[in-house]
Structures are given as C-alpha cells and as structure tokens.
C-alpha cells in the first residue's frame, strides 16, 4: 500500500496472529523499517516483489526496538548486502538478556549482528534524510524516526492511533514512555506511521492523538 511517494506500508491485519507493520522507503536508498517476524514475513515479500524488489535490493534494514514481531526477519538479510541497524541501548538490554531469549524463543542473536549503531540526530543516507529519536518506554533503546521533508515519523511501538505502547514487558517504563511521547509531539508531523494499526494521517489528527494519550492513557502508566 502506497502512502505517498516513496512510501509504502506492508500492514499486518491479522486478528488471530501478532507481526508488526513493515514501512518501505523506496530510496535512494531503499530502506526497509521492522521487517516483522520470520514466519510472516511472505506478505513483505510479495509486497516488494509487486513493486519489483528483492531481499537484495535493499539498502539497510532498521529496527524500532528489538522484539521478536519487528526483528526476527533481519536473519534473512544476512546473504544479502543489506546493513542493519538498531539503537546500542537495545542491542546491549537484548545481548544481556542472551540466554533467556534463547531458551524462550530459540532466537540467536548472532544472527542479528548489527552492522552499525542509530544514535540520536541526523541520519544522512545519500540523498535522505531522517532524524533519529531515542524513545525508551516501551523498550530501552526504542527509536522513533522523523522524515522531515514528508513530515512522517514513524513510531514503532511507542504510539499508535489512539493507543501507545506496552510497558509491562522487560525494559518497559511507564515514565520514560511518557517523556518519550511528550517529546515527539512538538515535531512537525503530518503522518504518524506506527508499528502495529493504521497510520495518522494530517497535522491537526496527529496533535489530536497526542491529547488524547495524554488524557486518557497518561493516568494509568
């Protein structure tokens, strides 16, 4: 599903299984944001190969956070020459919690090296250029990023339309969830590109879903 030029949106809408919406920046250079799942990942697969892509036509992948519905599928990129990113904060609260994830999920996070660390400010990528947002609360080392000149940022799992992120898993705080979203509403945003549910789309709706959150879920976090 295209969004607007340059953008297109492999949403999940299952009600019976869990994967994250896939976001494809159609470059230079092509950029591919929460692959999803290893088990789900065919819907971003026949996503990018209708528009005439493949796993090696992309550029770099990056992750939001570390959770196994937005990272799993990275281990698919590894024969191809596509980086990968996330933020060191997550690498580091996931490469801590090594065995447990192995144990849990049989997930092998030397399968998921990191080519380079996202840091907070400018990512100049040839001719695109985003802005990082390190936005803990729901994971330590979540990122949201800003596209300034489509006025899009997208959001992982820290804001939705009409919902935010959970804090009651590991590395989950109320707190610095909040610090997070109150941070990113001064932003001069048209689109707001969540991990998971449909997108918020004009200036006004976007400042609206920040009031919202603010009042409805605030109190109970």
């Not at 949106?9 to 159609?26: G, P």
């Not at 570390?66 to 698919?76: N, Y």
């Amino acid at each position: 599903m295209q969004i607007f030029e340059k953008l297109h949106a492999f949403l999940w809408q299952s009600m019976s299984a869990n994967n994250c919406n896939t976001y494809f920046i159609e470059g230079p250079p092509r950029i591919l944001i929460d692959p999803g799942h290893l088990q789900y990942f065919e819907h971003v697969q026949e996503g990018l190969n209708d528009l005439g892509y493949g796993l090696a036509d992309i550029d770099l992948v990056i992750c939001t956070h570390a959770h196994p519905d937005h990272i799993e599928a990275v281990q698919l990129f590894n024969d191809a020459p596509s980086l990968f990113t996330l933020h060191e904060a997550e690498w580091q609260f996931i490469k801590a919690m090594e065995k447990e994830i192995n144990a849990m999920m049989g997930i092998r996070l030397d399968k998921f090296q990191p080519d380079f660390f996202l840091v907070e400010g400018e990512l100049s990528l040839k001719k695109l250029q985003l802005e990082i947002v390190h936005t803990p609360g729901h994971s330590p080392g979540g990122i949201s990023i800003r596209w300034p000149e489509k006025k899009a940022l997208f959001t992982g799992d820290l804001v939705f339309n009409a919902g935010l992120g959970r804090t009651d898993l590991p590395g989950g705080d109320g707190n610095l969830l909040k610090q997070s979203i109150q941070r990113l509403k001064p932003l001069d945003v048209d689109y707001i590109l969540p991990g998971h549910g449909d997108w918020v789309e004009g200036a006004k709706q976007v400042q609206h879903n920040y009031d919202q959150l603010e009042q409805v879920y605030f109190a109970y976090i």
